[in-house]
């Protein structure tokens, strides 16, 4: 991991009908993280929050709640993360998972560009692989990983070469998967863990084997984080609660281990909605997350 980090705010709050995850990135840094993180030792460049622009030339054609406004995003955040990946890790701050179609498609165009594979980790209850056309609600913070590997429905968005290699990701912390995006996990090549996964064998187990994976193809990692891997008793504040999630110790082996690996080339922190929160609680339990995953521990360790 690089001694240069970015905070790069997303106010995406196009994905879903629930509105509040546009406050996220700075509560964020209300709760503390650019401080942490200077704590930490590294160098910190806070980029501000993007905006979303013109959308006068988008085609808005085909299913997806306010598709126009996502397209845009997914524009401006790739672009964004093509650019910080040259020289830092970049943290983006989000708002809700539809900024993950742009996050991780800049992943992916430094990842081509450097001739590096790329793997992704998906800490969430959801799979995220819904297309607008099997999405029973439209909702395009759903849609990302459907978006990313090619799947069809997704006219209007920036295009890519290579779609993202199905084999180079792992779903950890499912616990929320409708009958379609079952029947497409089962006929794909992604790793999946479910809670159950999670409850027979250990989080760290699964979690190593993945990240032993990336190493050995010396690989890129992007992270995306969502809220409702952890389980709302620890962070409430997320539209999308489903109980049965990660503990805080589980979700901090995580981040830690990621820390461990020396492997983060980017992180996603989403689905935050302020309004939701109580008294910070939820920004402040993912702001530690992220500051695990940058490196802070209680002792250090040999490796």
Same mark, same amino acid.
């Given at each position: ?7 790069? +705010? ?30 930490? +030792? ?8 993007? =905006? ?7 085609? =808005? ?69 819904? =297309? ?32 993202? =290699? ?52 010396? +690989? ?84």
């Amino acid at each position: 991991m690089r001694n240069q980090v970015q905070l790069i +705010g997303c106010p995406v709050d196009s994905g879903k009908t629930q509105a509040g995850c546009l406050m996220g990135p700075d509560s964020y840094r209300t709760a503390g993280l650019p401080k942490a993180i200077k704590e930490l +030792g590294l160098n910190l460049h806070d980029l501000g929050n993007l =905006t979303l622009p013109a959308l006068g030339d988008i085609e =808005t054609a085909g299913p997806g709640f306010k598709r126009a406004d996502t397209i845009g995003w997914t524009r401006v955040i790739a672009e964004a993360a093509q650019t910080a990946l040259n020289h830092s890790v970049p943290i983006f701050l989000g708002g809700d998972h539809s900024l993950s179609h742009g996050s991780v498609l800049g992943s992916m165009r430094h990842a081509q560009a450097i001739n590096r594979p790329l793997f992704v980790l998906w800490l969430d209850a959801h799979s995220d692989f819904h =297309t607008p056309n099997t999405s029973a609600s439209a909702h395009l913070h759903g849609t990302p990983l459907g978006y990313l590997t090619g799947r069809e429905g997704f006219e209007g968005f920036p295009t890519f070469d290579k779609p993202l =290699t199905q084999e180079n990701i792992c779903l950890l912390g499912l616990r929320s998967v409708d009958a379609p995006e079952r029947a497409a996990l089962q006929n794909s090549k992604i790793i999946c863990h479910d809670m159950r996964a999670i409850d027979e064998h250990g989080i760290g187990p699964l979690l190593a084997a993945f990240l032993a994976k990336v190493k050995g193809a010396h +690989g890129l990692l992007h992270v995306s984080l969502d809220v409702d891997f952890i389980d709302p008793i620890f962070a409430p504040a997320v539209g999308t609660t489903v109980p049965g999630g990660a503990t805080l110790r589980e979700a901090h082996l995580a981040m830690e281990m990621i820390c461990d690996s020396g492997l983060l080339s980017a992180l996603d922190l989403v689905e935050l909605n302020p309004f939701l929160d109580e008294r910070g609680k939820t920004a402040q339990v993912m702001s530690d997350l992220a500051a695990s995953a940058l490196g802070r521990r209680v002792f250090d360790r040999l490796t």
